[in-house]
């Protein structure tokens, strides 16, 4: 793990009888005692694919957890992702471009790209940077398989 790589842990409810699309999201602080919990995934359990998956994210000044977006399933592979006030079809985040393994999608101006580590298990999600004019690709989001 590099200093500028960002961890995260996803973990799914314990609890008996919950819909698999609630879970939350940890971020793994190297050398901490704890990891600092950022989003809540809820989904109700209704037996079916479709409804609404909200998540909220942790304000880190007030420490309360803020709604976010949401998730608006039409099937189990169909759905409207809310980023904010930003509406983006799922299929637009699982974008193949020129026949690479990675994912990009554009949400409020910025590109994001998914691509799968190279042992196959960990998820990485890179930010496009504008330098004097460059595109360049810096490491955002690390999702490591435990």
Sequence with gaps: MTESDIVLRLVSSTES?????????????????????????SHPMTGNSIGTTTYKRKNLDTL????????????????????????????????????SQSRRFKVAGSEYKWKIGENGNDLFLYVSVLIQGTDMWQPGLQKKDY
């Excluded at 939350?24 to 704890?34: F, T």
């Excluded at 992702?81 to 930003?86: I, K, L, N, S, T």
């Design 17 to 41: 009888n919950v819909d698999m699309r609630t879970f939350r999201v940890l971020q793994v602080i190297e050398n901490a005692a704890e990891e600092l919990e950022l989003y809540r995934f």
């Design 64 to 99: 309360d957890f803020e709604t976010a977006g949401y998730i608006e399933w039409f099937s189990s592979s169909n759905a409207t992702v809310c980023f904010g006030v930003d509406e983006v079809p799922i299929r637009d985040l699982r974008k193949i471009k020129n026949g």
